[in-house]
């Protein structure tokens, strides 16, 4: 199954290449900054995400990062232990931007590729916080089986509600995610699962920034 999991960092830049967020179109904050961002991976934590299994990529017009993930895959039934029904990651990332700017996350797509079987069920949900800050309310999307395709979810936040980094501090932003996979009423002989990729290799979450400038700066 982890052989579905193959994208890497550059298929999803080239991807995104071609794919400018809507973000700014539908009036989420500012035009985004021409300057040079770069975004890190500081911390990895979670049995979804060992280090090293996770690589961060940068839309070239700065509306969007992607998270790709190599081992990130929830499964229950025949053949499979307790602890694999319940993945998590935690992944704190160190985004710089240009001077006088900000930016907060007002869209997420998430995408994979789903195996269930008749009566199985499985689960994405996912957080956001800036270092120091409350996380946001999880937003969770839920499928049930029988389910043999691709799944994409999208989590959006409005306008007023949008949470940005404060001007001028270093802090991480962290992204929380969890998948579960239920098969309890599922035939005991069959195996289900849910993993954060999809079969063709595509990426699997973008992350659409909404920019605003600086007080001081405007």
Same mark, same amino acid.
């Given at each position: ?10 298929? %999803? ?10 973000? %700014? %179109? @539908? ?11 770069? &975004? ?20 070239? /017009? ?21 602890? /694999? ?6 992944? @704190?990332?160190?985004?710089h931007v240009p001077q006088g700017f900000t930016y907060a ?8 590729? @789903? ?37 994409q979810t999208s989590d959006e936040t409005g306008v007023d ?13 962290? &992204? ?5 996979? /239920? ?13 954060? /990729? ?21």
């Amino acid at each position: 199954m982890l052989s579905r999991l193959s994208a890497g960092a550059a298929v %999803a830049s080239l991807l995104l290449a071609g794919s400018a967020s809507p973000t %700014a %179109a @539908a009036g989420f904050g500012d035009e985004p900054p021409t300057g040079k961002i770069t &975004i890190t991976v500081a911390t990895v934590n979670g049995s979804g995400c060992r280090p090293g299994s996770a690589a961060v990529a940068i839309a070239p /017009d700065n509306t969007a990062f992607t998270v790709t993930y190599s081992e990130y895959l929830a499964q229950a039934g025949a053949g499979t232990k307790p602890t /694999d029904s319940r993945k998590n990651c935690q992944i @704190a990332l160190n985004v710089h931007v240009p001077q006088g700017f900000t930016y907060a996350i007002a869209r997420a797509d998430y995408r994979g590729y @789903a195996s269930l079987a008749k009566g199985a069920r499985g689960l994405e949900q996912a957080g956001y916080y800036f270092q120091g800050q409350q996380e946001t309310a999880r937003k969770s999307h839920t499928f049930t089986g029988a389910y043999d395709a691709n799944w994409q979810t999208s989590d959006e936040t409005g306008v007023d509600a949008l949470v940005y980094a404060p001007c001028g501090e270093e802090r991480y932003f962290n &992204i929380n995610t969890e998948m579960r996979v /239920d098969a309890k009423s599922a035939d005991p002989k069959s195996t289900s699962y849910m993993a954060m /990729d999809s079969t063709d290799g595509s990426i699997n979450t973008v992350y659409h920034f909404a920019w605003k400038e600086c007080p001081a700066h405007k």
